[in-house]
């Protein structure tokens, strides 16, 4: 039976909450709309009016939906050229979803999505329903089809896994804009020393080319290992005006809810490095330069009003 309109707004109501469970499960904003269609088309072909509840039947196609891609996605990734990171969204991007709790903005940082991709499909389901979105554990195991125990165990567990990694500090725009600038002056000041005092010791640099943008296959590890990589990346050279077609802008911005540099040239998108910012320094940088995780970013960028750049790059 067709679709009444009524049926399509019903639909349509729930998009934007189906899109944020899909990106944070997913970590990719392209995955993500292509998982909610496909459960917009399995609506479609069902008899809604033998639906109870709409809104927990969604839900359930679409969390399922996004398990069976999970599965996938770790084979597809073993032949992934280079490190894999998610794909950023720069602040206002309505796929970022509610940001009321410190667990709904922790869930989607850019340091705990990256977290995430160490969990099992299901322990990843878990997480993100409970801790982004509040669900109660017996609603969890009517989507995923398991026992109230089994959930709360399967939580227990993840929990475990993402708290084992290092966990941010609470930054609003204004602190994460001085942070970006702080950050910038160091890394363009042509010394080392300068970048080595904001970094944790045990800081991490990590980039994402796909295999289409230059990026080093491994991260760079420890605070001189990765000043010196940063020094390096933001000296100017004929090279690397060669590679990005130019000299791009640089801005201070969010991503994920974190501290971003965002670079872009003609328009476009280039690169958005987030910063994992804790009470000891910064203690991650995360540089997504794949074009394919950058297409999004773009679109939200031409339609946020970001101001002038810092400086232009090389």
């Not at 940082?109 to 969990?119: D, I, K, N």
């Not at 475990?160 to 001085?178: F, L, S």
Request: some cysteine; aromatic content about 6%.
């Amino acid at each position: 039976m067709p679709l009444t309109a009524e049926d399509v707004d019903r639909f349509e109501a729930s998009r934007p909450r189906l899109e944020t469970i899909a990106y944070r499960l997913l970590g990719s904003a392209g995955e993500a709309e292509d998982a909610v269609q496909e459960t917009f088309l399995r609506w479609q072909a069902a008899d809604v009016d033998r639906i109870g509840v709409p809104e927990a039947w969604l839900t359930k196609v679409l969390t399922n939906l996004c398990l069976n891609q999970l599965t996938s996605a770790r084979a597809r990734r073993e032949t992934y050229v280079g490190q894999w990171l998610p794909e950023p969204l720069l602040g206002g991007d309505p796929m970022l979803g509610p940001a009321e709790t410190v667990e709904q903005r922790e869930s989607v940082s850019y340091a705990v999505l990256t977290l995430l991709e160490r969990l099992a499909p299901r322990e990843r389901a878990v997480y993100v329903l409970r801790e982004a979105f509040d669900y109660p554990h017996r609603e969890i195991a009517e989507i995923l089809d398991i026992t109230e125990a089994a959930s709360q165990q399967i939580l227990h567990r993840a929990k475990k896994h993402v708290a084992d990694g290092k966990t941010r500090t609470e930054i609003d725009r204004a602190a994460a804009r001085r942070i970006v600038e702080e950050f910038l002056a160091a890394a363009t000041s042509g010394q080392t020393e300068p970048l080595v005092r904001l970094l944790t010791a045990d800081a991490i640099a990590i980039g994402d080319g796909g295999g289409k943008v230059p990026a080093r296959a491994r991260a760079f590890e420890g605070a001189v290992a990765v000043a010196k990589f940063l020094r390096g990346l933001f000296k100017p050279s004929e090279a690397k005006r060669a590679i990005v077609g130019g000299s791009p802008e640089v801005h201070a911005w969010t991503a994920n809810g974190e501290p971003a540099v965002v670079v872009v040239l003609d328009g476009r998108v280039v690169g958005v490095m987030c910063l994992e910012v804790t009470a000891e320094g910064i203690a991650a940088f995360r540089n997504q330069v794949n074009p394919d995780k950058l297409e999004r970013a773009t679109a939200q960028w031409a339609t946020s009003g970001h101001g002038e750049p810092l400086f232009h790059a090389f």
